[in-house]
T-cell receptor
Framework: QQQVKQSPQSLIVQKGGISIINCAYE??????FPWYQQFPGKGPALLIA?????SEKKEGRFTISFNKSAKQFSLHIMDSQPGDSATYFC????????????FGKGTTLSVSS | ETGVTQSPTHLIKTRGQQVTLRCSSQ?????VSWYQQALGQGPQFIFQYYREEENGRGNFPPRFSGLQFPNYSSELNVNALELDDSALYLC?????????????FGPGTRLTVL
């Protein structure tokens, strides 16, 4: 119940295309859903985040779509660029253990030029 | 504004040894969380410290312990190292109160146990 399931494991998109990464959860106590971007050898960096009372949030080329009834949320990267090639993690926050983040297993995105 | 820093960058230990990893939180942040990231996996929550007290703990054995200091910096100690402890250890800091949702991660410490 504490899991966040992320798919796909890897994704190859052409430059200018749309990258879509999906996550699903079971625990309705999750109250905050961030997406992190991680480059090799670096720590995760926050990309965009959403709360469950909002169905969509857009920041630049990045959009989160949130479906509370289906317990699913997704990241859309519009006009994907080679510089977007990285590993993306969805996460969910739970208050049971401090304010722990529960992460998905990650999606490795490669944007070909 | 100084970001989250961690030391050392890399560390090699042998099985059974003990290790201490250090983290300096971002300026103004009073909460520090530690995560373990195995190769090819997402980070897993170890524990969190708030105002020098352990505020929550994930599914890690007691040989993983920590401290937070009055300046909000933190240490992660791992005793009796096992091969499976080889991972990237990440520290994240966050504030308290409104707008404090975000956890800001440091670059991590890569621990190799031989």
């Amino acid at each position: 119940q504490q899991q966040v399931k992320q798919s796909p494991q890897s994704l190859i998109v052409q430059k200018g295309g749309i990258s879509i990464i999906n996550c699903a959860y079971e625990n309705t106590a999750f109250d905050y859903f961030p997406w992190y971007q991680q480059f090799p050898g670096k720590g995760p960096a926050l990309l965009i985040a959403i709360r469950p009372d909002v169905s969509e949030k857009k920041e630049g080329r990045f959009t989160i779509s949130f479906n509370k009834s289906a317990k699913q949320f997704s990241l859309h990267i519009m006009d994907s660029q080679p510089g977007d090639s990285a590993t993306y993690f969805c996460a969910a926050r739970v208050y049971q253990a401090g304010t722990a983040l529960i992460f998905g297993k990650g999606t490795t995105l490669s944007v070909s030029s | 504004e100084t970001g989250v820093t961690q030391s050392p960058t890399h560390l090699i230990k042998t099985r059974g040894q003990q290790v201490t990893l250090r983290c300096s939180s971002q300026s103004g942040h009073n909460t520090v969380s530690w995560y373990q990231q195995a190769l090819g996996q997402g980070p897993q929550f170890i524990f969190q410290y708030y105002r020098e007290e352990e505020n929550g703990r994930g599914n890690f054995p007691p040989r993983f312990s920590g401290l937070q200091f009055p300046n909000y910096s933190s240490e992660l100690n791992v005793n009796a190292l096992e091969l499976d402890d080889s991972a990237l250890y990440l520290c994240a800091s966050s504030g308290q109160g409104q707008g404090s949702d975000t956890q800001y991660f440091g670059p991590g410490t890569r621990l190799t146990v031989l």
